[in-house]
């Protein structure tokens, strides 16, 4: 059993055997199992058949509502280690309409190592055109500890590419929800897949989509090096360095960088 309550900042354990998250009394948070077949469509190998479980989440663990009435929910999410085909164990996509200035997602990593995939997608050069064409695609990873800010506007997923279980929390609005995967139907997942290569981390392009961008891959600390990036991808934590769950507690900060649907 892993204690991460300091880290989290509430009562919270994990089961390394059993793979699951143990909250403290006060706290009932359902347990929502994603299996294999949710997410084949967008898998670089369609044929799997196992492992049966890929992820477990819990939804809504808190929810804060702002005097208006938007809602926001801190989630709570296990990927565990392992592979699907050659890819690593990943999450299902996400994506919110690009909102200036807000943010679809906040997130913590509590336990391992977690990649973000992210994309932006560009106009098509005539009503004719099939292809769909990408204006940014990078690829950022995160160790225990670490805090980020996804932008509105682009397309997400979650990747475990540690050598051992991830635990991460999410904060976004309560009506926040993974794509219709009928959008992706065509292309088969996001623009890059994140596998194991020669026994290492590689994201490689999907060739369904058209990039016009260069693939960007590296450490969070890497990215925030860059002052423009690290507002993009920080700006919420700068000033504030304690856990994400703190947040929950400021109903009109999280309508400052959330947005709501």
């Avoid at 991460?4 to 089961?15: I, K, R, Y």
């Avoid at 058949?49 to 999410?77: A, D, L, Q, W």
């Avoid at 106009?123 to 950022?140: A, F, G, M, R, S």
């Avoid at 995160?142 to 929390?169: D, E, R």
Wanted: net charge neutral.
């Amino acid at each position: 059993m892993t204690d991460l309550s300091q880290m989290c900042g509430f009562a919270v354990q994990f089961d390394d055997e059993q793979g699951r998250i143990n909250f403290g009394d006060g706290i009932e948070a359902s347990e929502q199992i994603v299996c294999l077949n949710e997410i084949i469509p967008v898998l670089l190998n369609k044929y799997l058949k196992y492992p049966e479980i890929v992820y477990k989440y819990h939804p809504k663990v808190k929810v804060t509502k702002h005097p208006e009435g938007t809602e926001y929910s801190y989630n709570m999410f296990y990927i565990p280690y392992g592979l699907l085909g050659v890819e690593f164990i990943k999450t299902h996509v996400y994506y919110s309409p690009y909102e200036e200035g807000k943010y679809d997602a906040l997130i913590e990593v509590h336990s391992g190592t977690v990649t973000v995939v992210m994309q932006r997608n560009g106009e098509k050069e005539d009503e004719w055109d099939i292809n769909t064409y990408v204006e940014e695609l990078k690829v950022v990873h995160l160790k225990k500890g670490q805090k980020m800010a996804i932008p509105t506007g682009v397309y997400y997923g979650f990747v475990n590419t540690g050598l051992s279980h991830a635990v991460f929390s999410m904060v976004t609005s309560a009506n926040h929800q993974q794509i219709d995967y009928e959008s992706l139907k065509r292309e088969r997942g996001l623009a890059c897949y994140v596998i194991c290569k020669n026994s290492k981390v590689a994201a490689v392009a999907n060739p369904k989509y058209k990039i016009k961008t260069k693939l960007v891959a590296a450490s969070l600390d890497k990215f925030i090096k860059n002052e423009e990036l690290k507002q993009l991808f920080y700006g919420p934590f700068i000033q504030r360095s304690e856990p994400l769950i703190k947040f929950m507690d400021d109903a009109e900060l999280l309508r400052s960088f959330v947005f709501a649907r």
